[in-house]
């Protein structure tokens, strides 16, 4: 086979091509993998004592990501963020990858390649490994369609109907960055000429574009049995919390003045007349974890924040299913806490 | 939850209405799903002594289906297919399903369901349960990515690269027929007054429409361990006996005269003055299953046609990796078999 010509497109390097390619960028080194890419299907040797986590995402261009200020490398770092990030929130340790893609067939393979790159790059660190996938062509916009496995010991996940009443809310890092980023991106993208970013801009854009999946949070949180229940926040928190609350027939209340804000979002927000508190409230694909534990476990919870170097903030309690859901200002004053994610279908 | 109204769209039920909506229309009940649709991540119980199996499948709108004359639920039944065509290929028992969508978001919520329920029929016979997905406007086209799980007794799968020298090749059922299909609905789609198919179009139309994956004899190939290798046609029998040549680096002659073609297709070729043989090489998506096993088990591939009540035919034999890929006439008369399948990317 020989070497990827910058003239090379998916029309004559063909989709086995491609498979070839990958074959040697993103070799599979586990035994447990019987057989990876390039056959009809996977083969999986399963662990004893394990239970399988699997979960979908799909990313569609002008929808979830813009090219206009994404790079495919960009958009394959963040698309593999989310579907890692789906196996933080259970607790587990992902394994493998599988990847659908459609892009329009003119372009280079060498832009093919750097969207694998951003998968592996965001994978790397936790040895995800690619073991499947299908390549075709589409007749405008990209797709990306990522199916994430992960294994966890059994009955050790972290699902999102176990919050108890008195449980306390925790949310790793500081949340609205990657919102306040999009944000940053999206009006340099529209402003001739081209403006340098500010450094809380740049730190917030990285925010956006290289979000890190809590996993290394989640499995220790699993494994010591410290959290009751656990979702990632990729709607933001005001609707995520919304899950948490309905899945568990509970409901919460949530302090405003407690929400982990970064120095950066600060900045951003004075220097643009916006409430932060909003941000971190509605602004989606943080991929920072929400879970509840039982306030006895608190230390606990701060261990696991000192081990990991990740931030851990107690933002509020669960309450009973009467009280709703509610968001506390300093003074005490409450409001209902109304569920303004970004969602699709709008 | 309010039943589905017919002016519900994507934009009005929301994601999670439509999980939930989901849940009701396609129930697990599996014991080894714990955790099935609506959390971060499925959680699956493997069996022990049991390997996994998994495959991913993408489908445009525009390259892999036409809505001019596919309903959403024919686009469901075909993709889902496909998938299980994979997992048939490799001798396993499909299980689980993950339906990653992305459509126009004003279509009306009636519209998405009869996607799933072409899923759903397309599943049924196999017990496969929906375990996850991801739901999301698209800016014009559709965009549905699958992903199959299944399982199979360890070390039985039917892989690609154990084709053998002297190995007779078999094909299930007829070939050719979903690619006349496909031409016989393209062209009733073009023609205006619309004109009513004949019985011979109507079948192959069927063909194309509602394929069979060959679960049943995969299964009992694998599971007697009669076969060395084996593929499903996806991509038109030129190029799939390609793909297993190569992954078992042999070569391979096909018989022109033993290619099972139906009736229906030889009318076809008739009427319209194009060679059905060509069809059956070129054609696409029939799903039917190839594979090569020792002549020795000539009379158990016969069994297993007969307890299945699908026609296996031999149509050649596994030659030296030097020999090539041949198509040999009935005269005896040879030429190069030369990979003519469909493939994306042109």
């Not at 694998?116 to 936790?126: D, F, I, M, T």
């Not at 407690?258 to 007349?273: C, E, I, V, Y």
Request: charged fraction near 20%; charge should be positive; include cysteine.
């Amino acid at each position: 086979m020989s070497r990827t010509s910058g003239r090379d497109s998916l029309r004559t390097v063909g989709e086995f091509g491609l498979i070839q390619r990958l074959r040697r960028q993103w070799p599979t080194s586990s035994p447990q993998v019987v057989q990876g890419i390039g056959d009809d299907a996977a083969i999986l040797q399963p662990s004893p004592g394990q239970q399988l986590l699997v979960s979908t995402d799909v990313f569609i261009e002008g929808v979830h990501f813009d090219l206009a200020f994404q790079t495919p490398r960009d958009v394959g770092f963040r698309a593999a963020t989310a579907n890692l990030s789906d196996i933080a929130a259970m607790g587990g340790n992902p394994l493998y990858l599988l990847v659908s893609m459609a892009i329009p067939d003119h372009l280079p393979i060498t832009n093919v390649r750097a969207w694998y790159r951003g998968l592996q790059e965001a994978c790397s660190p936790y040895q995800v490994e690619l073991i499947g996938g299908d390549t075709s062509s589409s007749l405008h916009h990209a797709f990306l369609s990522l199916t994430i496995m992960g294994t966890i010991q059994s009955n050790r996940s972290l699902t999102r109907n176990r919050a108890k009443v008195g449980d306390h809310i925790y949310v790793t890092g500081t949340l609205g960055d990657s919102h306040a980023g999009l944000h940053v991106l999206r009006t340099r993208a529209n402003t001739r000429p081209r403006v340098r970013l500010r450094r809380d801009e740049q730190w917030l854009a990285q925010r956006h574009l290289r979000p890190t999946p809590r996993i290394v949070v989640g499995r220790l949180l699993a494994r010591q049995g410290i959290a009751h229940a656990a979702i990632d926040l990729s709607d933001g928190l005001s609707g995520d919390i919304c899950h948490v609350c309905k899945e568990s027939r509970v409901g919460a209340e949530i302090w405003a003045t407690a929400l982990p804000l970064s120095s950066h979002l600060r900045t951003f927000a004075k220097n643009n007349g916006v409430d932060p508190v909003e941000f971190a409230l509605r602004g989606g694909d943080d991929y920072e974890l929400l879970f509840t534990a039982p306030s006895k476990y608190h230390q606990k919870v701060c261990d696991v924040a000192q081990k990991t170097k990740v931030s851990i903030s107690c933002i509020g309690t669960i309450q009973p299913k009467s009280f709703g859901r509610r968001l506390r200002h300093d003074q005490g004053r409450t409001q209902t806490l109304k569920k303004q994610s970004y969602t699709h279908f709008r």
